[in-house]
């Protein structure tokens, strides 16, 4: 069966360190998305790719950054973690980008 | 700008009761598209419907029902007689791009469900 997988599941990482998740989609969807879920704020874009080599910003972007080298995988980095990071982190991937979303099951990522 | 409101934090029930979840967005755009996500405590996010502007019928699928109102700009989601199993959070989402560039998602209303 198809899936989307993000590693790792949990992360504690200090502040200014690079880190990065993975996000592994086997559903061979051309869109791919990040978010991040803070209470209070639900879920907010991070970045957001239409296809290999493609790239964009979302709402909140400062401080992350994501590359497509192909289909499957979307990786977000941090480039230097603040505590201000710490949140849960979604990856989602979907067929058109106006139909739904299969999101992965989230990277708790704690920045102490 | 867009915007989409949950006022509704958390709503608690008890087995086999009605519950009506409400979302109200706001945009200026006449072409864009709402969603429905469940958030079970295993945490993963799951699609349950997506609706264009276009399309004001509302929609039954077994015990979800979902009512449109684009006077009131309103999509609200109720669960007839509910189930432990329907314990999650419920987001509503807006997109008005159809390229899910600005999908704008509502803060979320937990409902828990009690024997």
Same mark, same amino acid.
């Given at each position: 069966?198809?899936?989307?997988?993000?590693?790792?599941? +949990?992360?504690?990482?200090?502040?200014?360190? #690079?880190?990065? /998740?993975?996000? +592994?989609?086997?559903?061979? %969807?051309?869109?791919?998305?990040?978010?991040?879920?803070?209470?209070? %704020? =639900?879920?907010?874009?991070? +970045?957001?790719?239409?296809?290999?080599?493609?790239?964009?910003? =979302?709402?909140?972007?400062?401080?992350?950054?994501?590359?497509?080298?192909? &289909?499957?995988?979307?990786? /977000?980095? /941090?480039?230097?973690?603040?505590?201000? #990071? &710490?949140?849960?982190?979604?990856?989602?991937?979907?067929?058109?980008?106006?139909?739904? #979303?299969?999101?992965?099951?989230?990277?708790?990522?704690?920045?102490? | 700008?867009q915007?989409?409101? !949950?006022?509704?934090?958390?709503?608690?029930?008890?087995? *086999?009761?009605?519950?009506?979840?409400?979302?109200?967005?706001?945009t200026?755009d006449?072409?864009y598209?709402?969603?429905?996500? *469940?958030?079970?405590?295993?945490?993963?996010?799951?699609?349950?419907?997506?609706?264009?502007?276009?399309?004001? !019928?509302?929609?039954?699928?077994?015990?979800?029902?979902?009512?449109? !109102? *684009?006077?009131?700009?309103?999509?609200?989601?109720?669960?007839?007689?509910?189930?432990?199993?329907?314990?999650?959070?419920?987001?509503?989402?807006?997109?008005t791009t159809?390229?899910?560039?600005?999908?704008?998602?509502?803060?979320?209303?937990?409902? !828990?469900?009690?024997?």
């Amino acid at each position: 069966d198809a899936e989307i997988t993000q590693s790792p599941r +949990h992360k504690i990482t200090e502040t200014g360190r #690079q880190v990065t /998740l993975a996000c +592994h989609q086997t559903w061979n %969807h051309n869109n791919m998305f990040w978010y991040r879920q803070d209470l209070g %704020h =639900g879920l907010r874009l991070i +970045h957001y790719s239409y296809g290999v080599q493609d790239t964009n910003k =979302g709402e909140v972007s400062d401080g992350y950054s994501v590359s497509r080298s192909n &289909t499957e995988d979307l990786p /977000l980095t /941090l480039e230097s973690a603040a505590s201000s #990071q &710490t949140s849960v982190y979604f990856c989602a991937s979907s067929e058109n980008p106006i139909y739904e #979303q299969y999101f992965g099951p989230g990277t708790r990522l704690t920045v102490t | 700008a867009q915007k989409v409101t !949950q006022a509704q934090t958390e709503i608690s029930v008890v087995e *086999k009761e009605d519950v009506t979840l409400d979302c109200v967005y706001e945009t200026r755009d006449t072409t864009y598209y709402l969603f429905w996500y *469940k958030q079970p405590p295993s945490g993963e996010l799951v699609f349950l419907i997506r609706r264009n502007s276009f399309d004001e !019928q509302n929609e039954i699928s077994g015990r979800y029902s979902w009512n449109f !109102q *684009k006077s009131t700009s309103s999509f609200n989601f109720t669960i007839t007689a509910s189930q432990v199993v329907d314990s999650a959070v419920y987001f509503c989402a807006l997109d008005t791009t159809g390229t899910a560039s600005k999908l704008t998602f509502g803060t979320g209303t937990r409902l !828990q469900v009690t024997l």
